[in-house]
C-alpha cells in the first residue's frame, strides 16, 4: 500500500483562470463606468456654456452659494412660522423666497475665502463650551451676595478683512453670556464690547484673550493669506462708512493687527486720532 501510494503521481494544481463571461462581466463593467463618467463631464459642460446664471442670483459661485442659503433659509423660517411640514409649505416658502431675491433684492454681500469645516467645528465646539461655562459664571454673579458686579464698555481690535466674517465673529461674541458688541467702527476695525464682569485684571485679561481666540479661529476657518481672494464687491460700502483708500488697503492687508492694544481697550494710535 505505501508503494502503491508513493507511485501515484499527483496531477499539477492549475490556476483557475478568468473565464470568458467572468471576463465579458468585467469589461462591461469597466466600459459601464468610462462610459457614465464621460456624459456626466460632457453634459456638465454642455450645460455650463449654454445656461447662464441669472444676474439677481449672483455671478460668482460663492455669491450663488449664498444667495441659494438665504433662500432655504427663508423657505425654513416660512414653514416654522406655519408650525405645519407639509409639501405646500415647503413650495410657498420657496416661491416667496425666489420673489424676495428677485423683488426685493438684498445688498450685496462679498464672499470671500474658504471655508475649512474643521476649525469651524472646534469654532462651534467652543462656542457651546463658553455658552455654558458663562451663563454659569453670570448666573452666580447675579445670586451671590455682596456687591454687584462691575461693568464696563471695552474697546479692542480685530484683524478680519471681510465683513461677512466680522459679523460672523460679533454673533459669537454676543451668543456668549456677559459680553455684547454695541458698536463696530468699520474703518479701525474696532469693536465696542460690554463686559459683564471686569472687577479685575485677570477679567480684561480673560476677555482680550476670548477676543483674540476668536479672531485668530474665524480667520483660520475663513481668511487664511494663501487662500485669500477678494470678491469683486469688497469694499462696496466703504463710501458709506467713508474709509479712505489706503487705510481699507491697509486693514484688508492685516496691517491693523499688528498695533497693540492697552488694558484699558486704547491703543497707542488713538491719542492722534482723537487730535
Do not use: C
Amino acid at each position: 500500500m505505501m508503494t502503491d501510494r508513493k507511485n501515484e503521481r499527483i496531477a499539477p494544481v492549475r490556476p483557475v483562470g478568468k473565464g470568458p463571461v467572468k471576463r465579458l462581466l468585467i469589461n462591461i463593467a469597466r466600459y459601464s463606468v468610462l462610459g457614465f463618467a464621460w456624459t456626466t463631464v460632457s453634459a456638465w459642460v454642455w450645460l455650463r456654456e449654454r445656461i447662464r446664471t441669472p444676474h439677481w442670483l449672483g455671478t460668482d459661485g460663492r455669491e450663488v452659494a449664498v444667495r441659494l442659503w438665504s433662500m432655504a433659509w427663508l423657505a425654513f423660517v416660512w414653514v416654522l412660522l406655519w408650525g405645519t411640514v407639509s409639501w405646500a409649505n415647503v413650495l410657498a416658502g420657496l416661491v416667496l423666497a425666489i420673489a424676495i431675491g428677485v423683488l426685493l433684492p438684498l445688498p450685496r454681500v462679498p464672499v470671500e475665502g474658504r471655508i475649512h469645516p474643521l476649525t469651524l467645528l472646534v469654532l462651534i465646539l467652543r462656542l457651546i463650551v463658553d455658552f455654558f461655562v458663562s451663563s454659569a459664571q453670570v448666573a452666580w454673579l447675579a445670586i451671590r451676595p455682596g456687591r454687584p458686579p462691575l461693568g464696563a464698555v471695552m474697546r479692542v481690535r480685530v484683524a478680519i478683512k471681510s465683513d461677512m466674517v466680522l459679523t460672523l465673529a460679533v454673533d459669537y461674541l454676543n451668543l456668549v453670556p456677559g459680553t455684547m458688541v454695541l458698536e463696530i467702527d468699520h474703518r479701525r476695525r474696532l469693536l465696542y464690547v460690554h463686559v459683564f464682569d471686569v472687577r479685575s485684571d485677570k477679567k480684561v485679561r480673560s476677555f482680550y484673550n476670548q477676543v483674540a481666540f476668536v479672531e485668530r479661529m474665524f480667520i483660520k476657518a475663513f481668511e487664511r493669506d494663501s487662500e485669500w481672494h477678494p470678491s469683486p464687491f469688497h469694499g462696496i460700502d466703504d463710501s458709506f462708512h467713508h474709509v479712505p483708500d489706503g487705510e481699507h488697503a491697509a486693514v484688508a492687508n492685516g496691517a491693523a493687527r499688528h498695533r497693540p492694544t492697552q488694558v484699558d481697550g486704547t491703543t497707542p494710535g488713538d491719542e492722534e486720532d482723537r487730535r
